[in-house]
């Protein structure tokens, strides 16, 4: 994985290694102060022998100027550059070498992007979090804040759908998944009711790039959407 000024890799084995530049501590080799003079360069790839433990790495990300780790187990390792809280330590302090996440130590995560000044990370069950710098509205919390400093996890979504008339826009916030209109008569009743019905899904995919975020949300289609499939067919 590329970040913005330095490499990182994950052997077959699941060792870590890393070259390029480490001003703040994103190559993981500890006394980063110590690397080539004032360029604090690493020309070559070199082991990270501490701050995994026993953990077998099975992927690696690089960001801007910090790096990421995420292990067989579910475990997430940050490290770098950290004054916009985006290793999620709840500290603006640099980290020279891997640490796990402890707010996520109970989760099994199984996917981690890195934007310019946040993360992002996706649990096993379909839920995403968030932390590090959201004046951009990037952490997806429905809030413009300035950081956030642990993993949070990101409980709506924003999400659009017509009413059964076809003329309404209607938006709301809801739990990861979708909503539809639909007409139904109740027995004895002369005229037909709107109902609005809610369908439960989970974040497949995410993404992080800049001060931006995407999530890929994984549902089955709805009655009125396997209605205009089957017409569009008969077509």
């Not at 707010?103 to 993360?119: C, P, T």
């Not at 996706?122 to 932390?131: C, I, K, R």
Request: glycine share 12%.
């Amino acid at each position: 994985s590329c970040g913005g000024w330095h490499t990182i890799v994950c052997a077959w084995n699941g060792w870590v290694l890393t070259c390029g530049k480490g001003w703040h501590g994103q190559l993981g080799q500890g006394d980063y102060e110590s690397l080539t003079a004032q360029s604090k360069t690493l020309p070559y790839f070199k082991r990270i022998v501490d701050g995994f433990g026993d953990h077998v790495i099975l992927k690696v990300f690089g960001g801007k100027e910090v790096s990421a780790a995420l292990s067989e187990a579910g475990r997430v390792f940050t490290w770098g550059q950290g004054d916009q809280c985006q290793l999620g330590h709840d500290s603006t302090s640099n980290e020279p070498e891997p640490r796990e996440l402890e707010a996520l130590s109970r989760i099994r995560i199984v996917d981690i992007a890195l934007g310019e000044n946040h993360m992002l990370a996706l649990d096993e069950m379909g839920v995403p979090y968030s932390w590090g710098k959201g004046t951009a509205g990037q952490l997806g919390h429905g809030e413009l804040g300035e950081k956030q400093r642990v993993p949070r996890a990101i409980e709506l979504c924003r999400r659009v759908s017509k009413s059964s008339s076809g003329f309404d826009t209607i938006t709301r916030d809801i739990k990861w998944g979708s909503f539809f209109f639909q007409k139904t008569r109740e027995q004895g009743e002369e005229e037909d009711k709107e109902n609005i019905f809610f369908q439960r899904g989970k974040v497949v995919m995410i993404g992080a790039e800049g001060n931006y975020s995407v999530f890929v949300l994984e549902r089955k289609a709805n009655k009125m959407e396997i209605k205009v499939y089957q017409e569009a067919l008969a077509r």
